[in-house]
């Protein structure tokens, strides 16, 4: 039978994600992501409607560091999937977990954002910025392709990304990013054939305000589009174009520590693209 990925999409480009910090910084997040929704099969199944529910835990380190007097950061993020798999009016269901495609983004300002210490950085007023990243997913995950579910993909990903903001107020930000996904072939497809997919693009818009100190609130928006699959080099006619809405926030425990969430789900989309809804949570430590 054909395989079905999960989505593993290890963290989503937040609100103030990429907003500045003072160099020699290193973060942990430690997320949970629960994601329901349809799940696309081969159509050559008999039965095409079907559904999935992750859980996926997931670990995220970053370190900054100054690039040519401005801030720079590596991260990596590995992801563990819980997931449950069942085709809609029948009694077929199956339960897969393990480590997921473990992914790698360096990041650089370019422009808005300096290099500073703490000291300096405590000092500093934020500005709009612009800052670019390039994100690599390994096919680290577990991949069967005689299995209805899969945690990996068994390809490369690259992700280019610029990132914008702006500083409307003292407490308010309008943030954007843009970015494009490349990605390797699937070899193993079915166990014999080749599974190709085109770019997929993606932009965001996020704009967040401070209720508090402590506590900020975002709107969210997400649209993509691109990803056409093909098998053999044979087009399945399955190009995204989806809109989700979201909300999002981040409450700081102490001036190291702090609790956010978000919630996204799809609005408009193509008859034949899955509907999702994805709810994270995150805690994050700062040293």
């Given at each position: 039978?054909?395989?079905?990925?999960?989505?593993?999409?290890?963290?989503?480009?937040?609100?103030?994600?990429?907003?500045?910090?003072?160099?020699?910084?290193?973060?942990?997040y430690?997320?949970?992501?629960?994601?329901?929704?349809?799940?696309?099969?081969?159509?050559?199944?008999?039965?095409?409607?079907?559904s999935?529910?992750?859980?996926?835990?997931?670990?995220?380190?970053?370190?900054?560091?100054?690039?040519?007097?401005?801030?720079?950061?590596?991260?990596?993020?590995?992801?563990y999937?819980?997931?449950?798999?069942?085709?809609?009016g029948?009694?077929?269901?199956?339960?897969?977990?393990?480590?997921?495609?473990?992914?790698?983004?360096v990041?650089?300002?370019?422009?808005?954002?300096?290099?500073?210490?703490?000291?300096?950085?405590?000092?500093?007023?934020?500005?709009?910025?612009?800052?670019?990243?390039?994100?690599?997913?390994?096919?680290?995950?577990?991949?069967?392709?005689?299995?209805?579910?899969?945690?990996?993909?068994?390809?490369?990903?690259?992700?280019?990304?610029?990132?914008?903001?702006?500083?409307?107020?003292?407490?308010?930000?309008?943030?954007?990013?843009?970015?494009?996904?490349?990605?390797?072939?699937?070899?193993?497809?079915?166990?014999?054939?080749?599974?190709?997919?085109?770019?997929?693009?993606?932009?965001?818009?996020?704009y967040?305000?401070?209720?508090?100190?402590?506590?900020?609130?975002?709107?969210?928006?997400?649209?993509?589009?691109?990803?056409?699959?093909?098998?053999?080099?044979?087009?399945?006619?399955?190009?995204?174009?989806?809109?989700?809405?979201?909300?999002?926030?981040?409450?700081?425990?102490?001036?190291?520590?702090?609790?956010?969430?978000?919630?996204?789900?799809?609005?408009?989309?193509?008859?034949?693209?899955?509907?999702?809804?994805?709810?994270?949570?995150?805690?994050?430590?700062?040293?």
């Open positions: 039978m054909a395989a079905s990925l999960v989505p593993m999409n290890a963290f989503a480009d937040g609100a103030r994600d990429w907003l500045n910090v003072p160099v020699d910084m290193n973060f942990i430690l997320y949970y992501t629960y994601n329901k929704g349809e799940s696309s099969i081969d159509t050559s199944l008999p039965i095409t409607g079907a999935t529910e992750a859980s996926v835990p997931v670990v995220r380190y970053a370190r900054s560091f100054d690039v040519g007097g401005k801030i720079g950061g590596v991260q990596l993020i590995v992801p999937a819980f997931t449950e798999f069942e085709l809609d029948t009694r077929i269901n199956r339960s897969v977990d393990g480590i997921g495609d473990i992914q790698a983004v990041i650089a300002n370019l422009l808005g954002a300096p290099a500073l210490s703490r000291e300096e950085f405590a000092r500093w007023s934020p500005e709009t910025y612009l800052t670019a990243s390039v994100a690599v997913k390994a096919p680290t995950g577990r991949y069967d392709p005689n299995r209805l579910v899969n945690i990996g993909a068994n390809r490369w990903a690259f992700k280019p990304q610029l990132s914008y903001g702006i500083p409307l107020q003292p407490d308010e930000w309008l943030t954007f990013n843009g970015n494009i996904e490349f990605f390797t072939d699937n070899d193993r497809y079915r166990g014999v054939s080749t599974l190709s997919q085109n770019p997929l693009a993606t932009v965001e818009a996020h967040s305000r401070n209720l508090t100190r402590a506590l900020w609130l975002s709107a969210d928006a997400y649209y993509s589009y691109g990803g056409e699959t093909s098998v053999n080099s044979i087009g399945r006619d399955d190009t995204q174009s989806t809109l989700k809405l979201g909300v999002s926030g981040s409450l700081n425990l102490t001036p190291a520590d702090a609790i956010a969430v978000s919630a996204t789900h799809s609005v408009w989309k193509r008859d034949y693209t899955p509907d999702t809804f994805t709810l994270a949570i995150n805690y994050n430590h700062a040293w």
